[in-house]
């Protein structure tokens, strides 16, 4: 072990830089210490560099999604040990507050969303997660760090709305946004047994990817300045008229807000679990008597261990989602063809610089 570590630090709104870093120690006895094995960057990681997160800390190492090795533990933790593969849960929570105990664990009295934000996170080598016992998860060998990369965040997300839009068998789900955490919401939609997934995105590839990875069943291709309205309608004609009886936001724009409720049927379910880097409104007098139930999040990640059984059953497989994979040392090259979504990029893996040589000559580059 080196006595410091290569960390990506958000110093101020538009400025990151790659900086070293002293390795991160044990604080509390519930605490470990986990070595990253593969971490991602996630769209949040975008929303923080921008200033759209006024919660974040300046100086905190970003990075919230990885798997990693726990190589060290505190004297109560009970559920993991070194030399264990896991998945890092995105939250950080205590497990026995009010909301733990209800499993809203995004607004643990003790936690939340921490990590890569208030916390220093996973875009470096190696990570102090608190609360190991809650936010640690043990991978089994059949499910490969690719493979569980997105549990902990995106995956997590995705499966979340498609729990708060209440989908029944027989349903038709609409996903606004065809994006990694848009793709994993259809995905975990499928899960709930609905007759159809239609998706909406601006662009042509990545609802391509959407029908390959046979996430999305019809998709609608909606440009910019496209009228909002001209595409609800195109999901009434696909609806018997009636709209989507169940809806998940996941693209964050102020159509994608508008198309939400304009798509849904009256008395849908709509989820909104994008985040908004700028206030919206919903008209309430042009919606009334629609009876909409809106539900916001924020995920609470309680599903690790689920979602990592579905993995390793062939059930979900979110790999194709990450098309890119650059070394830690590349990491604002990374950021740069992530953020303008150069080269078809969906998803970036960052492999720390110490990686093993079996990991590092990996290239996921979607084939299918
Ligand atoms: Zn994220
Ligand atoms: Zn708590």
Redo the contacts with the bound molecule.
């Keep these: 072990m080196t006595a410091t570590m290569q960390a990506l630090i958000y110093k101020d709104i538009g400025d990151l830089r790659l900086e070293s870093r002293p390795l991160p120690e044990l604080r509390e006895p519930t605490d470990a210490l986990v070595r990253v094995r593969l971490s991602s960057i996630c769209t949040s990681d975008l929303h923080i560099r921008n200033g759209a997160v006024p919660r974040a800390r300046p100086g905190v190492v970003l990075g919230h999604e990885f798997v990693g090795e726990v190589v060290e533990t505190g004297r109560e933790v009970r559920r993991v040990r070194p030399g264990q593969r896991v998945a890092v849960n995105v939250e950080t ?5 009010f ?2 105990r209800q499993g809203f ?1 995004n607004n ?4 939340g969303w921490e990590l890569g934000c208030r916390i220093d996170g996973c875009q470096t080598e190696y990570v102090r997660v608190p609360f190991a016992d809650n936010g640690l998860d043990p991978l089994p060998d059949s499910v490969d760090d690719m493979a569980a990369l997105l549990v902990g965040d995106v995956l997590a997300s995705g499966y979340f709305g498609a729990e708060l839009a209440a989908i029944r068998p027989g349903d038709t789900v609409l996903v606004l946004g065809a994006g990694p955490v848009g793709i994993c919401a259809m995905l975990c939609a499928r899960l709930f047994g609905p007759a159809r997934i239609i998706a909406v995105d601006k662009l042509d590839d990545r609802l391509a990817l959407a029908q390959r990875m046979g996430a999305a069943d019809d998709v609608i291709l909606v440009p910019d300045g496209v009228d909002t309205q001209a595409v609800a309608g195109q999901v009434r004609d696909l609806t018997r008229g009636r709209g989507a009886d169940a809806v998940i936001e996941c693209a964050g724009s102020s159509a994608t807000f508008t198309l939400a409720w304009q798509a849904a049927r009256p008395n849908a379910s709509v989820a909104l679990v994008a985040l908004y880097e700028t206030e919206q409104t919903l008209p309430l007098p042009r919606m009334y008597g629609k009876n909409l139930i809106f539900k916001t999040g924020g995920v609470d990640a309680v599903h690790s261990a689920r979602l990592i059984r579905l993995i390793e059953e062939g059930r979900l497989d979110t790999r194709p989602l990450i098309t890119h994979t650059f070394p830690l040392r590349d990491i604002l090259v990374a950021y740069d063809v992530f953020s303008r979504r150069k080269d078809g990029c969906i998803k970036c893996a960052i492999l720390p610089d110490a990686a093993d040589a079996s990991l590092s000559t990996f290239n996921p580059r979607f084939t299918r």
């Design positions: 929570f205590c497990g026995q507050c909301f733990c664990v643990c009295e003790r936690g």
